[in-house]
């Protein structure tokens, strides 16, 4: 069974770059979450096994879904155009990909997370 | 230091507020006891003008500037501190930070500090919390310095101290614009990445596609400038619509049909239609209205009726008959599904026979 990635970004252009490179190699994508409340619902409403969650989402940051991440065990990787410098020391533990990334670099990361190697 | 009779005639000159001097300056105290050293023409009105001038610069200051004893007691404070403290000269004299009001910590740390001088005969700097007696909080950065006696020890510390306040917040402030700057190059930098893959991933001819990412870019830059001269605080959808337009129109201002309210939209909501309306543009030159002479387009937007969205209309007439497009391209993607994820409304494509009809729908205020 493909493995569902949820991706949670407030630009669209970024986020279905991102889709679109991960249907391609065979991930399933749900609806893109632009909020915290919608990646909350998405969490709720899909079997999420990993997400890549951008930590500024118009402004507000989207640790609450990184909580909510947490909690259900999923394992995640955040994207910034922030340095490190912009994420609270709780969160310094999770992996995080300055924007703007290399395509091809992240799924490698994915795959990390889910402790498989490379393909 | 030993502490010298008061000499009236400079304090009531200078400030008459302060009558009742027990200690004299230390300014006064060296250069008396340099002048008794050294020399045997003194001359006390030449020593008591120097005093006025030495004080006079003091007092002008916005500074807060002090000496201590080597007891750590005030045995001068100019009246930039005194106004700080709310105190007058004779309340404050001969008492410690401690005696002053300070709390335990700050005394204790400048205590600390003013034996560090006394100890290396060295300056120190710091900077601190302190509550001014009328404006609050403010940051002082200090600066505690010997005075050397002629027995070439230190026999008093002179302080000077700045309000930094304002600095600080500039300096923070300078910081956070650079810090969003820079978030907002590797996020556009991030969208420009994305306009160039995607353009390149569906497309058939390199000249096409290198026009197609061209005037994408453009698209982006335009709104990006409606944007830098609000300050990126918003952009007004006419400025927008207009811009979108001219991107397009070969005939400046004869094809479009422009109208509706001013509506504010923040930049990430701005960026997202001026890109959707370029969408709509490239399309009408390609296939819809303004593929041939006389096809017009119409743009009309108005709030709906409690204002918390707006509707905007784009209309095309006059253009050859319209066929619903057979595959979906980046383009209508970009119109379809991202004005719905970067608004959070949504965007309606209807191939009407007379022309190409596509409703956007805004909700206003915060998702």
């Known amino acids: ?119 | 230091m030993q502490a010298l009779p008061f000499d009236d005639a400079r304090a009531t000159a200078v400030t008459p507020t302060r009558t009742t001097f027990t200690m004299a300056p230390p300014a006064h105290a060296i250069l008396a006891a340099m002048n008794d050293l050294a020399t045997h023409d003194f001359d006390p009105e030449a020593a008591s003008a120097k005093l006025r001038l030495y004080e006079a610069v003091l007092q002008a200051t916005p500074d807060l500037v002090y000496v201590f004893d080597l007891q750590h007691r005030f045995i001068y404070a100019n009246d930039a501190l005194l106004t700080m403290w709310g105190r007058s000269w004779d309340d404050a004299i001969g008492k410690t930070c401690l005696e002053l009001g300070y709390e335990p910590w700050h005394a204790e740390m400048h205590d600390r500090e003013i034996e560090h001088v006394i100890a290396t005969g060295m300056p120190i700097r710091g900077d601190v919390p302190f509550p001014h007696k009328t404006k609050g909080v403010r940051i002082y950065d200090y600066i505690f310095t010997p005075v050397i006696g002629p027995d070439g020890r230190v026999e008093a510390i002179a302080g000077s101290t700045r309000d930094v306040t304002e600095r600080q917040e500039h300096e923070k402030h300078m910081r956070l614009l650079v810090n969003e700057l820079n978030h907002r190059v590797k996020n556009t930098l991030a969208i420009v990445q994305s306009l160039v893959v995607q353009t390149l991933d569906g497309a058939s001819d390199s000249e096409q596609s290198r026009d197609k990412i061209e005037s994408r870019l453009l698209a982006l830059s335009d709104a990006h400038d409606i944007l830098t001269r609000e300050n990126w605080q918003g952009a007004d959808m006419v400025a927008i619509v207009d811009a979108a337009a001219a991107l397009c129109q070969q005939y400046p201002g004869e094809r479009f049909d422009i109208s509706g309210p001013t509506v504010i939209l923040e930049p990430r909501r701005a960026v997202a239609l001026a890109m959707a309306l370029h969408e709509l543009c490239t399309n009408a030159i390609k296939h819809g209205a303004l593929s041939v002479p006389g096809g017009r387009v119409g743009v009309h937007w108005a709030f709906d009726g409690d204002h918390s969205a707006v509707h905007l209309m784009w209309k095309e007439t006059g253009g050859p008959p319209v066929t619903p497009p057979t595959q979906r391209g980046f383009g209508s993607t970009l119109l379809q599904r991202g004005l719905k994820h970067d608004l959070g409304g949504d965007a309606k494509m209807d191939f009407e026979a007379d022309g190409l009809r596509c409703e956007i729908l805004i909700p206003l205020g915060n998702r």
């Open chain 1, 1 to 119: 069974m493909a493995v569902r990635v949820l991706i949670v970004e407030d630009e669209f252009l970024i986020a279905s770059m991102l889709e679109a490179h991960l249907v391609r190699l065979g991930y399933e994508v749900p609806p893109i979450a632009a909020t915290v409340d919608e990646a909350l619902a998405a969490l709720d409403d899909n079997e999420i096994q990993l997400a890549v969650v951008d930590i500024n989402l118009a402004g507000t940051a989207s640790f609450p879904v990184a909580d909510a991440l947490r909690a259900r065990s999923i394992p995640f990787v955040f994207t910034t155009g922030y340095g490190e410098t912009g994420v609270p020391e709780p969160y310094r533990a999770f992996p995080i990909v300055q924007k703007p990334y290399r395509i091809s670099k992240l799924e490698p990361i994915l795959r990390g997370l889910r402790g498989e190697g490379p393909v």
